[in-house]
């Protein structure tokens, strides 16, 4: 069964790995990821919802932001938010940009004519940088004998990294490092690299479908 899928994203970050698709002498935006998305969701049984295109919130009252979001975001099931170099902008507060919104919104339940629509399940894809590197994001490390990877969740906005290591009981394991590992979904959010999330997205939707349907093991943060 298919899902109605919300996508988040930075529409103007050029700080990505160029895509065979983009017209020659123009840079690669995160939108070109999302056109690429969008083609393969084509072909699957996935609805796409409409997405906005990188506007500022700087001048928007809360009311009206809420507005805005929550009609797009009321009827889908599954959120997938797509990480960047360049997606924070640090000239605005993380109120007055859309990301941090959006996944606000996909994380909180909503009533209307007496239908409640659940939260969302939220992925964040890690898109390659312009050097084609998840190492800013995700970054492999020889921590255990089977290897690890570091999410350096200090570079997302808060209401991604406060979902993220969220799970009540979480599965570790210790290595001979001193090092601790987690094992399994310990995140509500999960992330995952653009080249495994692509070639095998109907997958990975599930797994966030999954991860939705036991929201009640995670201590879930909904505030930008």
């Known amino acids: 069964m298919g899902h109605k899928i919300f996508i988040s994203y930075k529409y103007g970050d ?14 690669t935006k995160v939108r070109d990821y999302v056109d690429e998305l969008q083609d393969k969701l084509a ?3 996935h609805i796409n919802k409409g997405e906005l295109d990188g506007e500022d919130l700087s001048d928007f009252k809360d009311s009206t932001i809420a507005s805005k979001l929550r009609d797009k975001i ?5 959120t997938i938010v797509f990480i960047s170099p360049q997606m924070k902008n640090s000239t605005l507060s993380e109120d007055e940009q859309w990301i ?21 399940g939220v992925l964040a894809v890690v898109l390659p940088d312009i050097n084609g590197s998840y190492d ?5 490390k020889n921590c255990c004998k089977e290897g690890c990877t570091l999410w350096h969740t200090n570079k997302l906005f808060k209401v991604l ?8 009981n979480k599965i570790s394991q210790n290595c001979l ?48």
């Open 177 to 224: 490092k001193g090092d601790n590992v987690y094992k399994g979904y310990a995140s509500y959010i999960h992330m995952i690299e653009w080249n495994r999330f692509i070639s095998n997205i109907d997958f990975w939707i599930q797994v966030t479908d999954g991860i939705r349907e036991k929201a009640y093991n995670y201590d879930i943060h909904i505030n930008v």
């Open 100 to 120: 941090p919104w959006e996944i606000s919104y996909s994380l909180r339940e909503a009533t209307r004519n007496d239908r409640t629509s659940r939260m969302n």
């Open 74 to 78: 009321y009827d889908s099931s599954i």
């Open 161 to 168: 990294r406060g979902n993220m290591f969220n799970q009540n």
């Open 136 to 140: 800013y994001m995700l970054e492999k």
């Open 43 to 45: 072909e699957e049984d």
């Open 14 to 27: 050029i700080s990505v790995k160029r895509l065979a698709r983009t017209p020659l002498y123009t840079a």
